[in-house]
């Protein structure tokens, strides 16, 4: 694969193995804080997401800012914890814990 953004891909890259190396809580909180400084670093991205959140969810622009920034800390902590997931395999059952499953195999049933 070429790689047109070599310090994107070198970034990810130890992000990845940081992520790794450290505990769950302060993965997380990398990932949180990663994701925070991309919105930072891209304000045209993070403007007009922030128009589009104002516009479709009639709120006003200074709200729809707080839930863009939102987004980004929980995508943020969202990718950490893909990166982890081979380490956190293991554990799984411990980790997640899965409510309503009835309501899932009932609409299957009922196609």
Request: charged share 25%.
């Amino acid at each position: 694969m070429e790689r047109r953004q070599p310090v994107v891909w070198a970034s990810l890259s130890v992000f990845t193995r940081v992520c790794r190396a450290v505990g769950h809580k302060q993965a997380a909180s990398l990932g949180e804080g990663a994701a925070n400084i991309v919105r930072v670093c891209s304000p045209g991205r993070a403007s007009r997401a922030r128009s589009r959140a104002a516009r479709m969810l009639g709120v006003s622009d200074r709200r729809a800012g707080e839930i863009i920034k939102a987004a980004y800390s929980h995508f943020g902590r969202a990718l950490a914890e893909f990166i982890r997931l081979p380490i956190m395999y293991p554990k799984i059952d411990e980790i997640v814990s899965v409510t309503g499953e009835e309501h899932i195999w009932k609409a299957l049933e009922l196609g």
